[in-house]
């Protein structure tokens, strides 16, 4: 009871300042799609290691076109495997990067939050409160992310039928190549 009561008080804590913290991010919002995308960030769930090798082969094959691609997966783990070695496109951060209220924080975050990426691309498929304190704070020109009711960080937010990531990273795909065409040179 007293651990949950405790946890409650975090969370309220955590939604109290990534709103405010929200209402500070001036960013510059202009849409793009895969073709006129220079940069794209991705963030996601690192934990499982199959999610990570669907993340892998999306950011390599976005690499392959010329995208400067940056992801940043987060570990729900206290220390990480040798899975998650940090490599030229991929780094990592786990629960000792988190402060008490589950606001992901170290020179890793910082740096990614600073880069104005054209496309930032959120491939959490479940309620992950250290990646969505990243998505919102982010400077990123275009967001997108899964469909949540009553959630205002997104620019494009996607319903699947499918819950899986890789269904999601099949409808990322999609929608980011059909948006904006006319204007894609």
Same mark, same amino acid.
């Given at each position: 009871?007293? +651990?949950?009561?405790?946890?409650?008080?975090?969370?309220?804590? @955590?939604?109290?300042?990534? &709103?405010?913290?929200?209402?500070?991010? $001036?960013?510059?919002?202009?849409?793009?799609?895969?073709?006129?995308?220079? =940069? /794209? @960030?991705?963030?996601? $769930?690192?934990?499982?290691?199959? $999610?990570?090798?669907?993340?892998?082969?999306?950011?390599?094959?976005?690499?392959?076109?010329?995208?400067?691609?940056?992801?940043? @997966?987060?570990?729900?783990?206290?220390?990480?495997?040798?899975?998650?070695?940090?490599?030229?496109?991929?780094?990592?951060?786990?629960?000792?990067?988190?402060?008490?209220?589950?606001?992901?924080?170290?020179?890793? +975050? &910082?740096?990614?939050?600073?880069?104005?990426?054209?496309?930032?691309? %959120?491939?959490?498929?479940?309620?992950?409160?250290?990646?969505k304190y990243l998505? !919102?704070?982010?400077?990123?020109?275009?967001?997108? !992310?899964?469909?949540?009711?009553?959630?205002? +960080?997104?620019?494009?937010? /996607? $319903?699947?039928?499918?819950?899986?990531? =890789?269904?999601?990273?099949?409808?990322?795909?999609?929608?980011? %190549?059909? +948006?904006?065409?006319?204007?894609?040179?």
């Amino acid at each position: 009871m007293h +651990i949950q009561f405790v946890e409650n008080i975090k969370q309220k804590v @955590g939604d109290y300042v990534f &709103k405010r913290d929200l209402k500070q991010n $001036d960013r510059k919002r202009e849409v793009h799609n895969l073709h006129t995308a220079k =940069s /794209i @960030g991705i963030l996601y $769930d690192a934990t499982d290691l199959k $999610d990570m090798m669907l993340v892998s082969e999306f950011a390599n094959d976005l690499f392959k076109t010329k995208k400067d691609v940056k992801a940043l @997966g987060f570990v729900n783990r206290n220390e990480l495997t040798h899975h998650h070695m940090p490599m030229l496109q991929f780094d990592f951060f786990f629960l000792k990067d988190l402060n008490w209220y589950y606001k992901p924080q170290n020179y890793i +975050i &910082k740096n990614f939050l600073e880069k104005d990426y054209d496309i930032l691309i %959120n491939l959490c498929t479940s309620n992950c409160v250290p990646v969505k304190y990243l998505a !919102g704070g982010s400077k990123a020109k275009f967001k997108v !992310g899964k469909y949540e009711q009553d959630l205002s +960080i997104y620019d494009m937010m /996607i $319903d699947v039928k499918k819950d899986t990531l =890789s269904a999601f990273i099949t409808e990322v795909k999609h929608y980011l %190549n059909l +948006i904006n065409k006319r204007n894609a040179s």
